[in-house]
C-alpha cells in the first residue's frame, strides 16, 4: 500500500509518499497564509512527482499545526508521535531528537523501542526557532541561506545575552554599529538559539545519540552550535526537514 504524510508548519507545507519501507517522493513548499490550500498543494506536487493519482494512495495522516485543516486526511496525528516514528525508521539508534521549526523548537526523548518517553516543547516564544533566525537576517541585511556557513568563518562569536527576539535583535544592531563582524554576531546568534534549544532538552534528559529534524537542520551554523553545547554529534538525515512527514506516512501505513 502507498502511504501519504503531510506536514503542514507555520512556514513550510511538506509531503512523503511511502511504500514497503520505502521514500518513493518528497516535497516541501511554503506553507503562506491559507494551510489547507498549502497542504491540497504540496499533496498534488508530491503526486505528480511520484507518476501517480490520489486514488492509488491508500491511507493519508496529516501532521503540524495544520493537520486539522487537511480534510482529505484519514487521520491527524501531533507531530510529536510523527517526529518520533519518522526519527526511529531513519535511525533506530536515535534516543533523543532536537527538532527546530519555523516558529517552535522541541526535544523528545525516544525508549528503546522509538516510542516517545517525554518531551518539552517551545511554543510561546520565537526565540530559539526558524522565525527568529529570520528576524536577524533582516537585521542583519544578510541572505539566511548563508547564515550557516558565515558563522563558520567567526574569529569568536559575539556575545548575545537576551533570549528574547526583539531584545535580541536590538543587541544585534548595537554590535553591527560597534562594527562587529557579521561572520562573528552569526555565530553568536547561533550560540545563543543552541543554548536556549539545549536547555530545554536538558529538561528531558539528552541520551545519545541524538538526532535534529525540521528546516532549521540544514543550518551547519545552529547544527555545531548545538554540538558544542551538548558535547556530542548530531545526527541530520537527508530527510531532516520532512521527517515528520515521514513519520506521518509510516503511522499511515499501520492504520
Known amino acids: 500500500m502507498i502511504t501519504a504524510g503531510i506536514d503542514v508548519g507555520s512556514i513550510s507545507a511538506k509531503a512523503v509518499l511511502f511504500q514497503n519501507s520505502n521514500v518513493m517522493a518528497s516535497q516541501v513548499i511554503l506553507t503562506g497564509y491559507n494551510s489547507q490550500n498549502a497542504g491540497r498543494q504540496v499533496f498534488d506536487l508530491v503526486l505528480k512527482q511520484a507518476g501517480l493519482e490520489a486514488g492509488q494512495v491508500g491511507k493519508i495522516v496529516a501532521t503540524g499545526y495544520g493537520r486539522n485543516s487537511i480534510a482529505f486526511a484519514h487521520k491527524a496525528v501531533t507531530e510529536i508521535t510523527c517526529h518520533a516514528a519518522g526519527a526511529y525508521f ?109 536547555s530545554m532538552a536538558k529538561r528531558i534528559g539528552v541520551r545519545a545519540p541524538i538526532m535534529m529534524t525540521g528546516g532549521v537542520s540544514k543550518n551547519i551554523g545552529v547544527v555545531k552550535a548545538l554540538e558544542e553545547k551538548l558535547s556530542a554529534n548530531l545526527i541530520v538525515s537527508d530527510q531532516a526537514q520532512v521527517t515528520g512527514a515521514l513519520g506521518a506516512a509510516i503511522i499511515a501505513a499501520g492504520l
Not at 98 to 111: F, P
Not at 140 to 158: I, N, P, R
Not at 173 to 180: F, M
Request: with cysteine.
Open 90 to 198: 531513519l535511525d533506530r539508534r536515535t534516543r533523543t531528537i532536537i527538532d527546530i521549526g519555523g516558529q517552535d523548537s522541541k526535544a523528545i526523548a525516544l525508549d528503546d523501542t522509538g516510542k516517545v518517553k517525554d518531551f518539552a516543547m517551545n511554543d510561546k516564544c520565537a526565540a530559539g526557532t526558524g522565525r527568529f533566525l529570520e528576524v536577524m537576517a533582516r537585521a542583519l541585511e544578510v541572505d539566511l541561506d548563508a547564515f550557516g556557513a558565515m558563522s563558520l568563518t567567526a574569529d569568536q562569536a559575539a556575545a548575545i545575552s537576551s533570549l528574547c527576539t526583539v531584545f535580541a535583535e536590538s543587541e544585534v544592531i548595537s554590535l553591527i554599529a560597534r562594527g562587529e563582524k557579521r561572520a562573528n554576531i552569526i555565530a553568536g546568534i547561533h550560540a545563543s538559539i543552541a543554548s536556549r534549544v539545549v
